[in-house]
């Protein structure tokens, strides 16, 4: 094999569905030299982590936890924990990533009954209730912040209640607005919720944040059949990251580094000036957008200041801007996916991207790209 050389990728702009910018602080500490993961400056490390991230969640959850790997192995810990074989999940219809839950609850051993709604608006609180009453299931799934589609989802508190009306755990995932856009698990009363590091947070992948209410665990640990995959298995990580700390898998440790320096950021902006700030900044974006004659997907208020769907004028393809975006100006975006593939792209304005430079630069860049 000829020599390889050092690794020199090119220099991006982040500005697409993820992974978003990174901070430097966030750099420099995913670079720190690691120490053992049972060393007990390491132990240190995860309970700091830990409190942040329930500050960060908005929950006094004692179950909170940084699961190894990305997005998804922390979505599939909590479905496939609080799922049990036979078991039936309400997952919603209007975007990618409810499909991905529903296949992730079928291979738990549960039945996935979707909430036909279309792609590009929220659920309504009023169709959960009825899919509730119907199929009288035990978890449901809510994408508080769906990727592909740049759909928000604003009534949480009246889901979780049409949910626990019929005794069913909220499973929700806040992949793309954790850090970004106003989420209170305890107050709206979300059993579980799930993110990933690369999104709001400014992270690189590997580490995301994973929490499960005291009467979720308590499900999780009275199962009859242990959870399918031992690695995501919450009462096996009980051993790690609760009062034992004893060996159940090899922590990435340069990830809870990362994330834990991520969240210390947010501590230190404030959560609400944080939401505020990617509000403000997405508002722009968007303005820009308009006035280079990009199109809307999403009514006003469904729409996610972390990532906007537009059209783009004139029937251009979403593939070639993005390539030219990418080749000719270094900046990220990204097409649509799945019902919006071909005739919309996704714009990011996440964490350390919703400031005035990446979204002037994105703007001007893609000015550039229309003319
Ligand atoms: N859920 C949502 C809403 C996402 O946007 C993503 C990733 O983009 C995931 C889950 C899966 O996360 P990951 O790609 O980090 O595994």
Avoid at 16 to 45: K, M, N, W
Avoid at 294 to 299: D, F, I, S, W, Y
Wanted: proline letters at 8%; a negative charge; aromatic letters at 6%.
């Amino acid at each position: 094999m000829d020599s390889v050389d050092e690794l020199q990728p090119p220099d991006r702009l982040l500005m697409g569905p993820g992974p978003s910018e990174t901070h430097p602080r966030v750099l420099r500490a995913f670079g720190t030299p690691p120490i053992g993961h049972l060393d007990p400056a390491f132990v240190e490390v995860m309970d700091e982590t830990q409190d942040l991230l329930r500050e960060t969640l908005r929950t006094d959850n004692e179950w909170t936890i940084p699961v190894s790997g990305t997005g998804s192995a922390a979505m599939e810990a909590a479905v496939g924990n609080l799922l049990e074989p036979g078991e039936t999940m309400l997952v919603p219809g209007n975007g990618y990533f409810g499909g991905r839950m529903a296949e992730m609850a079928r291979r738990a051993g549960g039945e996935a009954v979707t909430i036909e709604t279309p792609w590009g608006e929220p659920l309504d609180p009023e169709d959960v209730r009825a899919a509730c009453a119907e199929h009288d299931p035990d978890v449901v799934g809510v994408v508080h912040a769906e990727t592909s589609t740049g759909v928000r989802q604003p009534s949480m508190p009246a889901i979780t209640e049409a949910a626990h009306d019929h005794d069913a755990f909220v499973l929700a995932d806040c992949v793309t607005s954790l850090g970004g856009i106003e989420f209170r698990m305890d107050e709206w009363g979300v059993d579980a919720a799930y993110s990933a590091g690369q999104k709001c947070l400014s992270c690189p992948p590997g580490a995301s944040p994973l929490s499960i209410s005291d009467g979720a665990m308590e499900k999780v640990l009275d199962r009859e059949d242990p959870v399918r995959s031992w690695y995501l298995d919450l009462s096996l990580l009980e051993g790690y990251w609760g009062e034992e700390r004893s060996y159940h898998h090899t922590a990435p440790v340069n990830n809870i580094y990362a994330l834990r320096e991520a969240l210390r950021l947010i501590h230190e902006e404030g959560l609400v000036a944080r939401w505020e700030r990617h509000r403000r900044f997405s508002g722009a974006l968007r303005e820009g957008l308009w006035a280079l004659g990009l199109e809307p997907v999403v009514a006003p208020s469904a729409r996610l200041p972390s990532l906007t769907t537009a059209r783009l004028p004139g029937g251009l393809a979403p593939g070639a801007v993005v390539e030219t975006m990418r080749e000719e100006h270094d900046v990220e975006i990204a097409t649509g996916l799945g019902a919006f593939a071909d005739e919309a792209v996704r714009i990011g304005c996440m964490g350390h991207g919703a400031r005035r430079g990446p979204v002037l630069e994105t703007l001007g860049a893609l000015g550039e790209t229309l003319s």
